[in-house]
């Protein structure tokens, strides 16, 4: 029966499901699993004489189709269930005028260049502020982790090659600040890119990120858990009577 599983879920994660995301103007504080938060970034003051934010390109840009993401690693004991990941706008972009079909793409990547899963999020009547935070819900897929982490990329990917097609995230202007990951990216002149990429070039620049979720029990908790409510249950029975 668990074969079964593993494979429904390995076929399942080559379907691209249709995300939905949100804008604010702060950035999420509870339950963040990993963060580039290291410093106390803006986007009008540098930070550190070199180490201030700087901007990512994403999408077409002067001919080129460009991905970019982020690569992290989850340093969790167990196994987490990712809610959402949080990428910070670099500069205001409009995407509600026109009738074009403006689809964001985002797979998730392990080590092994494998996709874990991938997301479709329709950005086509949306207006972004500069220093928004755009949240990208990831419908709480499980991540493993152990405590030498567990590598993942995030890839971002537009899906049509169109000159409005282009959405500036905020990075780091060098430093490495996150030290267990780094800012991904490649670009082609010719052909339009196909999520996952299997070795994107990476770097020691970081996008400003926020991915959140919780943590899965272990099974031993699990039962510490039932045994515990197992026993408030019969308490309660035994004064009842």
């Not at 390109?57 to 993401?69: E, F, I, K, P, S």
């Not at 780091?172 to 991904?184: E, F, P, T, V």
Request: proline fraction near 2%; hydrophobic fraction near 40%; avoid cysteine.
């Amino acid at each position: 029966m668990k074969s079964t599983i593993l494979l429904f879920s390995i076929a399942s994660a080559a379907v691209t499901s249709a995300g939905t995301f949100a804008i604010s103007t702060t950035a999420p504080d509870a339950n963040v699993l990993e963060s580039f938060n290291t410093l106390d970034y803006t986007n009008t003051t540098a930070v550190l004489g070199t180490m201030g934010p700087a901007r990512k390109q994403l999408g077409t840009v002067n001919g080129d189709n460009r991905m970019a993401g982020q690569r992290l690693t989850l340093s969790q004991s167990t196994n987490v269930q990712a809610s959402s990941i949080t990428f910070r706008v670099a500069s205001s972009k409009s995407f509600s005028g026109g009738g074009d079909v403006n689809t964001l793409l985002l797979s998730i990547v392990d080590a092994s260049h494998a996709q874990i899963a991938s997301y479709s999020y329709d950005l086509s009547s949306t207006d972004f502020v500069k220093g928004d935070y755009v949240k990208l819900d990831l419908n709480n897929v499980e991540l493993a982790s152990t405590t030498t982490g567990v590598e993942y990329e995030f890839q971002l990917y537009f899906g049509e090659t169109d000159t409005e097609n282009a959405l500036a995230l905020e990075r780091d202007n060098g430093g490495n600040s996150y030290a267990d990951g780094a800012l991904i990216s490649m670009a082609s002149t010719t052909d339009v890119l196909s999520l996952p990429i299997a070795s994107p070039s990476g770097g020691n620049s970081d996008l400003t990120f926020f991915l959140e979720g919780n943590v899965i029990p272990e099974p031993a908790t699990l039962g510490l858990i039932s045994a515990f409510g197992g026993g408030v249950f019969l308490i309660r029975r035994w004064f009842s009577i």
